[in-house]
């Protein structure tokens, strides 16, 4: 589960802003949390905010650093990224980036991140640390490419394996193109077998992989994927939406027909996306490979990628409408709000414990209505799953203590000089029941816009 994330020097964000999700002393609504030994956690989250404010500038940031983790600073994927860092000084160029992660794995709370020069694609510092009360932290491994120095703790080796370990570390100490953790977690198969507390790397390494993060356009969607066992769920749950669907039509086909007509840009994606999708550590005896797989939409076809005995099977939906037999309708032909409701879908049918979902604009193209009928869907299953989803929206009816906690509303705004302000609601110390939707769109809280004026063209022309 996510804990924090921080991020400063990229696109709108200047100084470090960080999003907490360690809940407040807000009493209500406490079945939703989740609990480690030290605090509880949020599950939900929402960040509202005016145009050009920043709040998809945050997501940004997440989905980066996870590119980042992934893929090092060379790949094709960053190279039109370089002019990420904050523009609105000019020294930024040459001022590292800062991302950070905190994590809780197995009831403990671990700290992962990085600086970068994004603009020179170069690694600077990176660290792991295992986060405890009263500042007891244990550094895991510290690196900082300038000083070619690099630490990893030995009490996370056997003795037989620590100069292994540094071999490692001697030969990445100058290594600026890529992350430690991402090279340390690949291939390296003897060196887990004999340090059982290294698992904690190749853990964290795979959250931050399976992060799913989506926006209104998203293609491939890394979302667990509907499995034909819920088929019958999905439909029940289309209807209850009032989407006019009367029957979902599933079909096995081949790779070369679900590939068909696609670039070869969209193709390398997807067979990206199978290799993370049911990664080595997911053994095809193992149940967990029946929750492997991602959906994705092909030319306007809407495609399930799951997986047998580790093979991808691929299994196009299509949608019959009002109970008109023999009339099917592929994902292009529904709307945008059928379509986006689709997306939104998986999270609600999701297997896997502990998935943390990220949606950029939750609310495009869709009613009012379905929108708040989605979160109190999601509200409802957070309260015997855990389960995490951060969204940004403009969408002011969930502007409601009834059906918020206080804690689970961020703002951001833009400063003096537009940089990005992350800030929590519950800073205004607000009364539980108090109706703040109208306070809101007031300005009473900051973080929306206000015009002066409206402007016409024919104020233009008649002062000519």
């Known amino acids: 589960m996510l804990t924090r994330f921080t991020v400063g020097n990229f696109c709108s964000f200047d100084k470090n802003q960080t999003l907490s999700l360690i809940s407040g002393s807000i009493q209500n609504k406490k079945e939703r949390l989740f609990k480690t030994k030290d605090f509880k956690l949020l599950k939900f989250a929402s960040i509202f905010g005016a145009n050009a404010s920043g709040k998809s500038n945050f997501i940004k940031a997440m989905e980066y650093a996870q590119t980042v983790v992934m893929v090092g600073m060379e790949h094709p994927l960053l190279e039109a990224k370089r002019y990420s860092y904050n523009r609105l000084s000019p020294k930024n160029k040459d001022k590292t980036s800062y991302f950070e992660f905190e994590i809780c794995i197995d009831d403990e709370i671990y700290a992962y991140g990085f600086e970068i020069l994004i603009f020179q694609k170069r690694v600077c510092e990176e660290w792991l640390i295992k986060l405890g009360k009263n500042n007891k932290d244990i550094p895991i491994f510290t690196r900082n490419i300038d000083n070619k120095q690099i630490y990893f703790n ?66 491939i969607s890394g979302y667990d994927c509907f499995s034909q066992k819920n088929i019958d769920e999905l439909f029940n749950a289309l209807s209850s939406f009032k989407t006019g669907i009367s029957k979902i039509i599933p079909c096995e086909i081949s ?36 929750q492997c797989g991602f959906r994705m939409n092909c030319n306007g076809r809407l495609i399930f990628v799951t997986f047998r005995d580790r093979t991808p099977v691929f299994t196009e939906i299509t949608f019959e409408h009002f109970n008109v037999p023999g009339v099917y309708f592929s994902l292009a032909e529904e709307s945008d709000g059928t379509q986006r409701l689709l997306d939104l879908l998986s999270v609600l049918f999701i297997q896997k414990e502990n998935s943390v979902f990220v949606i950029d604009e939750i609310d495009r193209s869709l009613h009012p209505q379905l929108t708040m009928q989605f979160i109190k869907s999601f509200l409802k299953l957070a309260e015997n799953k855990n389960i995490q989803l951060i969204i940004t929206t403009h969408e002011s009816h969930l502007l409601n203590l009834k059906l918020l906690r206080q804690d689970e ?23 539980f029941d108090k109706k703040i939707e109208d306070a809101y769109l007031d300005g009473r809280y900051g973080a929306v816009p206000l015009f002066d004026s409206i402007y016409t063209p024919f104020d233009s022309e008649s002062k000519e």
């Open 409 to 431: 509303i961020f703002f951001v705004e833009a400063g003096h000089s537009g940089e990005s302000i992350l800030y929590p609601f519950d800073k205004f110390k607000e009364r």
């Open 255 to 290: 790779k070369e027909q679900a590939l068909d007509k696609l670039n070869s840009e969209f193709r390398k994606e997807i067979e990206e996306s199978i290799i993370r999708a049911c990664p080595p550590e997911c053994d095809k005896n193992d149940k967990d490979c029946d």
């Open 154 to 219: 030995p009490e996370y080796l056997t003795e037989k394996n620590a100069e292994r370990m540094k071999v490692y570390m001697d030969d990445f100490k100058s290594v600026s193109k890529k992350l430690f953790l991402s090279e340390i977690v690949s291939n390296k198969e003897e060196l887990y077998r004999s340090n059982p507390k290294l698992i904690i790397l190749r853990k964290l390494f795979a959250w931050i992989v399976r992060l799913n993060i989506s926006y209104p356009d998203t293609s």
